[in-house]
């Protein structure tokens, strides 16, 4: 996915150009190729600019898997990066490949399930969600990622619960719609059980 409309005028008013740069990655099977999917789809329900860019490991499941999304004001002028604003990583090789990319002053949020050895750095904010004993507690796996996805968007609101909601109306099968409130409930849930790792 890549959608760009005209080139914007320029911003002349001196308000803040909101553009978030952003890796999520983990194993094949966390539904993170999913969420960065909804999210990018979000921004397009906004009238934001977005890029979607997966990437897969040698299996999909079991494999790693990553995903870049970038959700801008303006056009984008290319979606390939190096660095990124914030990072979301579900296992220990996510963690050890992304953490130095993250820019500093930049986000990290790890699912503490899959983390061993912590993050250490100490130029970026920290965050751990705990989304893999929230989604047991709700007694559905599936609804893992949309805790992590509350999460993100609790510390970077790049794009608001209603952008969401009208997303997975978008992406998700008609014989799937019923499934819609529990994905709202557990994005709910990840915005309040994502904390910050002093």
């Known amino acids: 996915m890549y959608a760009c409309s005209d080139p914007q005028p320029p911003n002349l008013g001196g308000s803040k150009i909101m553009k978030k740069e952003i890796i999520i990655s983990g194993f ?65 090789p996510s963690l050890e490949k992304f953490e130095p990319k993250i820019k500093p002053g930049g986000i990290l949020i790890y699912d ?12 970026i904010t920290i965050y751990e969600i ?35 909601e009208k997303a997975l109306y978008k992406t998700l099968p008609e014989r799937h719609h019923g499934l819609i409130p529990l994905n709202m409930e557990a994005l709910k849930e990840g915005a309040k059980i994502i904390t910050e790792v002093k």
């Open 28 to 92: 094949g099977g966390q539904g993170v190729l999913s969420m960065g999917k909804i999210l990018a789809y979000s921004g397009l329900m906004e009238d934001k600019e977005v890029t979607w860019m997966p990437a897969y490991g040698p299996e999909q499941r079991g494999g790693t898997a990553n995903v870049t999304v970038i959700v801008s004001d303006e056009r984008i002028s290319s979606p390939i990066l190096s660095k990124y604003d914030i990072a979301v990583v579900l296992n220990q």
């Open 130 to 164: 705990n989304a893999m004993d929230k989604a047991a507690e709700m007694k559905n796996g599936k609804v893992f990622n949309m805790i992590v996805l509350g999460g993100l968007l609790k510390v970077a609101p790049v794009v608001s619960d209603k952008g969401v």
């Open 112 to 123: 503490g399930f899959g983390i061993i050895n912590k993050p250490t750095r100490k130029d």
